[in-house]
Every structure is written in structure tokens, then in C-alpha cells.
């Protein structure tokens, strides 16, 4: 069963841009890609390097420490030097929550 928790609200976070909250001891990362929301925990598999700090393009988030590259709306691993998925959350907008699902997967 989903448990949304709010993390912020959508004037908070504008289109193109990211924000990154904690909730429940985690640093997750979230994105605007025009007007849909992504997020991801805000840590590299490879080396836990912080990820939201890396250049996006699209859907897809490099690190900015060795390059690995992932897809925020999955949480999948794209590229060396990254083989394990970054955990992905689901995301939903209520009025004007940007709310997480936090239900362990």
C-alpha cells in the first residue's frame, strides 16, 4: 500500500530545475523535466557520490564524480562505472504537494 509523504511544493521546485530533501534520513532528489516530477535518492551507487549535482539531460542524470549515468524516472543504472539501480520513488502532485510514495519496494 503507497504511503505519500509530502516533500515540497511546486512553486518550490520550477520546471527544468531540481531540489533535494530529506525525509526520513534519506537525500532524495527531485526533478521538474517540463512539468513532471521525478525523484530518486541522491546517492550514486558506484561511489555515493551526490547526484544531484551532476548535469542532467532529458531523463537521464550523470554523476559528477566518475560519469555514471542514470534514468530518474526509474532509478536505472545507464552506464560504467554504475551497475546497481539507484531506488526510485513515485511521485504525485496533490494541489500543490509534490508528494513521495515512501512504501519500501
Known amino acids: 500500500m503507497p504511503r505519500y509523504v509530502t516533500a515540497l511544493q511546486t512553486a518550490d521546485i520550477p520546471p527544468g530545475k531540481r531540489e ?48 555514471a549515468r542514470f534514468d530518474i524516472r526509474t532509478g536505472k543504472a545507464l552506464s560504467m562505472p554504475a551497475v546497481v539501480d539507484v531506488r526510485a520513488f513515485p511521485v504525485r502532485v496533490e494541489g500543490d504537494a509534490v508528494q513521495l510514495d515512501m512504501e519500501e519496494s
Open 20 to 67: 533535494v530533501v530529506e525525509i526520513e534520513g534519506l537525500y532524495i532528489a527531485i526533478f521538474n523535466v517540463d512539468g513532471t516530477y521525478y525523484a530518486i535518492e541522491d546517492v550514486c551507487t558506484h561511489d555515493d557520490g551526490p547526484l544531484a549535482e551532476g548535469d542532467l539531460d532529458g531523463c537521464e542524470i550523470e554523476c559528477p564524480r566518475h560519469g
